[in-house]
Every structure is written in C-alpha cells, then in structure tokens.
C-alpha cells in the first residue's frame, strides 16, 4: 500500500504563506485520487482540497482563491501551496490517497484509504 508523508508545516503570521508537499511512496499520477484534510483541536476531520487521477482539482469554500493543490508526477508528490493564511487555517494538515476501485473523489475524509501522519500548521495574528 502506499505511504504518504507530509512535509513543509510550520508557523507563520497572518496573510503569510506555507507550502505543503506529500512524498509518497509509489506512483500516485492515475493511480490514486489526492487530497489535504485539516483537523484543529476536537474538531472533525475535514476535506481542503482534492485531485482526481485526470488532475482536476476541488476545494473548500473556505480556501477557494488561497490555496491551490497540485501534482509533480516525477517525483510523486502532491503540494498544497497555502497563500493569504488566517489564523482559523491553524490545524493538522494530512495528505491522504484514495483507491478509485473502492471509492470517489470527494471532500469527504471517508472515501480515502491511506494517510500521512500530518503536519502542523500554525497561524498567529
């Protein structure tokens, strides 16, 4: 199964930037759908961005026009360029894969199958 690891948190003041990268380890470009969740403190788990296996991407409401989700096939990697950061942004931000044979490519967490272990973002004020 593949494994996913996250890189690239931090803290940054409000309106900052951060980019995230998920190194995975096998062939993710048509292979898997991609996708960030975020998880702040004893809230649920929830969708951010995703990409299907054609490359199209879909996001929250709530980072449309900030972040921008992207693949690098040669190094299969998936990014999450954050701009415009809010200190509401602040949680841990997971990459995670989905199999196309056993689900779709939502924003739900549920329909993925594999996880990275996280990376912290925070933002101040």
């Known amino acids: 199964q593949v494994q996913l690891v996250e890189s690239g948190g931090g803290s940054v003041h409000a309106v900052g930037s951060l980019r995230l990268a998920c190194a995975a380890s096998e062939n993710i470009h048509d292979t898997y759908y991609m996708g960030w969740f975020l998880q702040a403190p004893g809230q649920e788990r929830e969708g951010v961005a995703i990409v299907d296996r054609y490359g199209s991407p879909r996001y929250a409401d709530s980072v449309k026009g900030r972040f921008t989700i992207s693949t690098y096939a040669a190094k299969n990697t998936l990014y999450l360029q954050m701009n415009s950061l809010k200190p509401e942004d602040s949680a841990m931000y997971y990459c995670?894969?989905?199999?196309?044979?056993?689900?779709?490519?939502?924003?739900?967490?549920?329909?993925?199958?594999?996880w990275g272990q996280g990376a912290q973002v925070t933002v101040s004020s």
């Open positions: 995670a894969a989905g199999d196309p044979w056993r689900g779709h490519p939502t924003l739900g967490p549920s329909e993925y199958h594999y």
